[in-house]
């Protein structure tokens, strides 16, 4: 009954210091009495999809999930067979296959180069600044990009594949620092058009295509948030393609968001609305993909530098909002806005994990890895 699911979500949500109508930032605004029956009934894509349909509001969502989480409510509630059909048809089907992969390119990165371009920097990195010296967006994700290349140890004439290139952003950066040959792939085609653009004149090269369908040998194989598209059916697989392209002697390197207990689906809300077939690896996941392949030299863990990442991609959004409205829906608007801040939420309360990992082969001498 009604009655019955208004108390015992206003139980569940006390127990995190959320009060429904209350005064903090954090608390929840109802305007449709439906929202306490959808949350129980569909948990974290109930809770999404009530958002964007305008049943409730909140001041501040990121407060709001990352108290969620550290009191782990999303525990406590049980999805329907709606989310128990998800994990066995993850279980069962390849959601990352070759067929498939191309989903989350036509669905999400290429929404549009002007919803991008004006969210993040200025260089267009979709992922994890790196904040430990810098002050502002610019500044963190400059500072990445240069860990990257410092870790895997560019030298000038080196050739580098690159899993998933997004726009070109580390590509242009090593072509033009470190005087490397970069070859890059990635499944959105509004990906490729705007990077070979911002990386012309430079030894880039970027290709609409799956990276399972890469060739050639390079002396550095990397990939800077791909890890997530790849599924626990392909991570063995993915290993195996660094392997094959990877040039004796050369160096390995992913930079992934981590999931702290290995699973076999992701958020069922972000699943349906953000990344298509995604799925958070565990350290136990990429650890045995990697087994009898290569050595893990270094694992770095900055999962906290993705809250004030996010922070700021939602700022620009905010501010660029006006905008963009005349192109994208106001659903669209709070459905934006509800990934960037349930996301900074959940980086906040350590849910999820940034990892960086340096390998190599056995046999091979140990790469001087520099974490700052």
Not at 52 to 73: H, K
Not at 175 to 186: P, S
Not at 218 to 246: P, Q, W
Request: glycine content about 8%.
């Amino acid at each position: 009954m009604p009655a019955d699911s208004e108390r015992l979500v206003k139980d569940l949500l006390s127990r995190a210091g959320i009060e429904i109508g209350g005064q903090d930032p954090w608390d929840i605004q109802v305007h449709d009495s439906r929202f306490f029956d959808r949350v129980l009934r569909e948990a974290a894509l109930g809770l999404g999809e009530s958002y964007m349909d305008g049943w409730w509001d909140c001041q501040a969502i990121d407060q709001l999930i990352d108290r969620v989480l550290r009191a782990r409510l999303d525990q406590e509630i049980r999805g329907n067979w709606k989310i128990l059909l998800q994990l066995l048809r993850a279980q069962v089907l390849n959601l990352q296959s070759p067929k498939r992969s191309f989903e989350v390119g036509e669905k999400h990165y290429d929404l549009g180069n002007d919803l991008y371009r004006v969210m993040l920097d200025s260089r267009l990195n979709y992922t994890c600044a790196y904040w430990k010296n810098a002050s502002t967006l610019d500044e963190a994700q400059e500072a990445k990009l240069e860990l990257v290349c410092q870790k895997i140890g560019l030298e000038p004439g080196m050739t580098v594949l690159e899993l998933g290139c997004g726009w070109g952003s580390f590509a242009k950066y090593a072509a033009e620092k470190y005087g490397v040959e970069v070859q890059g792939v990635t499944v959105s085609r509004e990906q490729v058009e705007l990077g070979m653009e911002l990386c012309r004149g430079l030894p880039v090269e970027l290709r609409l295509q799956d990276y399972r369908e890469v060739s050639g040998q390079f002396d550095r194989v990397l990939s800077i948030g791909v890890m997530e598209h790849v599924g626990c059916k392909n991570y063995r697989t993915y290993m195996e393609v660094v392997d094959r392209t990877l040039k004796p002697g050369g160096i390995g390197f992913f930079h992934t968001i981590g999931a702290n207990t290995s699973q076999r689906r992701t958020n069922a809300w972000t699943q349906k609305y953000i990344f298509p077939n995604g799925m958070l690896p565990s350290i136990a996941q990429l650890a045995a993909a990697m087994e009898n392949l290569f050595i893990i030299e270094d694992w770095h863990n900055f999962g906290p530098d993705y809250d004030p990442t996010l922070m700021a991609w939602h700022k620009n959004f905010e501010e660029a909002w006006p905008g963009l409205e005349n192109r994208y829906s106001e659903r669209f608007y709070r459905m934006w806005r509800y990934y960037l801040l349930s996301s900074a939420g959940g980086f906040r309360s350590r849910s999820n994990q940034l990892w960086q990992v340096v390998f190599t082969r056995l046999g091979d001498p140990q790469p001087d890895c520099r974490l700052s």
